[in-house]
Each structure stands twice: as C-alpha cells, then as structure tokens.
C-alpha cells in the first residue's frame, strides 16, 4: 500500500502549524505566518472543529494521507499540545449541540429557498399545503383520505411545524406531537365522523350509479348491434327464399313440360299402335 501519512506545511514558509477561519459549510486553515490559504475542508452536515483544545492554544497541525489520486486528512491536532481537535455537532449558527440534537437535525427537511426548518400548514386547499413559515414556499402537499385534512393548530396551541424526513405528517414545533387530522366536507367546513361516513357512502352510492349507468348503456349498444346483425340475416333469409321459389317455380314448369312431352309420347304410341293395327288389318284383307 502506498499510504504515508505526512504533515502539511506551508509552500511558502514551511510553517506546519495554521489558523482556521470558518465560512458558510467550509473550514479554510490559513498558514499561521504569512496568512496564505492552504487547505479547505468541507466537514458533514452540522459538524464543526472543537474552537481550540484544553490548553486554550488556537493553532493546529493537519497531517494527511496521500493516495494516488486524492489527498484525506488524517487528524486535526492543537499546534501546542499536539492534542487531536474533536468534531462536534453544531447546529446552523455554529454554536455547539448535542449528538442527538445533531440527528433530529439531519432527520427534519430544511426550505430549499431559505433554509428555514419551520413551517406552518395552509388547509385552505383540498390537499392540504406545508408552507415555510419564513419565506412562505410550498414545501410538501399532505394528500390525506377523503373529506380529511389537518388541523393548522396543534392541540398545545403552537402552529408552527417541523418536518421529519421519515414522515409523511409535519409534527409540532412545542410539543412534538403531529398534526391532527380534522374530517372535513367539500366546502372545507369541518363535519364529524358520522358525517363523514354518510358522506364517503353516498359516493359509493354515487359511484355504482354511475357504472351501472355505463353498463346500461354498454349492453343498449350491444343489444343494438345484435338486433342489426339479426335483420341483417333475416334479409338474407329472405332473399335466399324468393331465390328458392324462383327455382321451384322453374322446376314446376320444367315438370309440366316433362309431363306434356309424356302425354305427347302416351298420344303417339297410340297413333302408331293404331297405326299398326290398321296396316295389320290391311294385310290380313289382301291376304285372303
Ligand atoms: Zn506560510
Ligand atoms: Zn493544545
Ligand atoms: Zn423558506
Ligand atoms: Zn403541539
């Protein structure tokens, strides 16, 4: 592994030990003789570097580690007693807090515009709307149940809300406690329970009209084209038959010209029979 661990210093006047100065979300370590800028360090989110160690010193040695490609520090040390400076949690203003302070801080959803963490809620609308209590943004839109919203003032009193990152509900700023839920009819008016109820049920109610409705409608449309289909079918029928008579009426009268042609053969035979007979007797005279 190729780590080494080594101290900075100064390019100029190779002083290893440097000032810090802190600006918004950045600590810059000046060299503590000609006041150049060497290094900038960009700490977690509500994490500060200890003011100065027990022994009241406010220089600091910085040792890092170089890698190919990036440079880490190591430790942060008091220039004096070579004591390791602690991070410790801060909070926006700097001024030092608790770890679990530092946690409900990373835990709660901050302004984008202003960076404030505290909201008030407008139930004015149908969805409900969190608002940054300093510059007023829409911050989050509470979709609640049907005929429910919040209540903009929580049962201590206080209206102003923080907003946790695991939750969907804004709690309260006093006592912690989230934002009630208040049942309210379409107009915005706050109703009871019961009301509710009736008010979810009639929908349903409402809503199966609507689709039996539709299902009428569906099957008239249907039943529509099933009954053209079947006159569709009946006229063909129909045709089929006065096709079928025209035959019949053809085979009859090629029937009657059968027969005709039967009695015309029935009258001939006769003639030639007759014929005969009379050539017989013809004979039978001259032979005697
Ligand atoms: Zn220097
Ligand atoms: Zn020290
Ligand atoms: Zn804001
Ligand atoms: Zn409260």
């Not at 009426?249 to 029935?266: C, H, L, Q, T, W």
Request: glycine share 4%; proline share 1%.
């Amino acid at each position: 592994m190729n780590k080494m661990v080594t101290t900075f210093s100064c390019d100029v006047c190779h002083e290893v030990k440097f000032l810090k100065e802190e600006e918004k979300g950045f600590i810059k370590f000046v060299c503590q003789k000609c006041n150049e800028v060497k290094i900038t360090v960009k700490p977690k989110e509500y994490r500060g570097l200890k003011k100065h160690c027990n022994c009241l010193d406010g220089s600091f040695k910085i040792s890092k580690i170089d890698n190919l490609d990036k440079i880490t520090i190591k430790k942060i040390k008091c220039g004096k007693c070579n004591q390791e400076i602690e991070w410790i949690a801060i909070d926006d203003k700097g001024n030092e807090i608790t770890e679990e302070e530092r946690e409900h801080l990373l835990n709660t959803v901050k302004c984008e515009q202003c960076e404030s963490r505290f909201f008030v809620i407008d139930s004015t609308y149908k969805t409900p709307k969190v608002k940054c209590l300093e510059c007023g943004s829409d911050i989050r839109d509470i979709k609640c149940d049907d005929y429910v919203s919040l209540k903009e003032v929580c049962s201590c009193k206080n209206n102003i809300f923080e907003l946790l990152k695991s939750e969907k509900i804004p709690t309260c700023r006093e006592c912690g406690n989230k934002a009630e839920k208040l049942y309210v009819d379409n107009d915005g008016n706050e109703i009871d329970r019961v009301t509710r109820e009736l008010l979810i049920i009639q929908d349903n109610y409402d809503y199966l009209e609507r689709q039996i409705d539709e299902m009428k409608t569906e099957f008239e449309d249907r039943i529509y084209y099933v009954e053209s289909d079947i006159s569709r079918l009946r006229g063909k029928i129909s045709d089929q038959e006065e096709h079928n008579y025209i035959l019949q009426n053809d085979i009859d009268s090629i029937e009657r010209e059968i027969s005709s042609i039967g009695r015309d053969i029935n009258s001939m035979e006769y003639d030639i029979n007759r014929l005969k007979e009379n050539v017989e007797e013809m004979d039978f005279k001259i032979r005697y």
